[in-house]
């Protein structure tokens, strides 16, 4: 690295959607022009995570994510992707997203959902690998849970709960990423003044969440994310890149 580039790494997106399909190459080259070494991008189903995989072995800089759409209920289908992922488990860095959404999903359905993405954290457990996790209006239960099942090696991605239970999570040594989209969310700008940034990461979530709602967002936004949270942190950015990577790095084990 030449002294004064900023370097990061975008732990959750979906670089492989069809979003991407006419101009991935210069949206991956864009990335890395803006210093992104590594994009994590995330596959929802088994059809998806077979795509992931295609983009990664074009692209050197992106690795996959193994996930299960939270709002799939259907523990017969869980576990024939985990089958799937027991197998290629040494082309992914992750399994996830996986997780809760209370958002869409409500009454005794909530139960079922909760069934899954335990069943997830013990596959996680089991390959020993990263979760990723989805949790929207869903902080606190997700947390909870996490902490009950005892998993730590946990990222909340786009964490849309409370300060108090992010700063639960922080204490287990989960990492939290903060999304583009910061720049217009007063939520993310508090949870940011909250977690120390030793528990902090950056993430495109690429194609959404980007620092305009209706513009389709990219990883090399991921530079956003980090300028805002140098300012709330009143800190260097070049240092706040520094310690945001490091933690991404750590947590992955690149
Ligand atoms: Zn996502």
New binding site residues.
Partial sequence: MRRGELRFIDV???LHDDAFDHDRDEVVKRALKSGVEAIVT?SLSLMDLKKALEVAREHGSVKVAAGFDPLNLSIEEAEELAHAVKRISSEIVAVG?VGLDYFSVRGKDREKQIEVFRFWINIASELKLPLIV?SRSAGKYAIEILIREGYDRVLM??FDGSSGWALKGASKGFLFSIPPSIVRSQQKIKLVRAVPIDYLAVES?AP?LGPEAAVRNEPSNVVVAAAKIAEIKKIDLAEACEILYSNSKSFFKF
């Fill in positions: 959750h997106c979906h995330s997203e989805h991605h786009a979530d959404v």
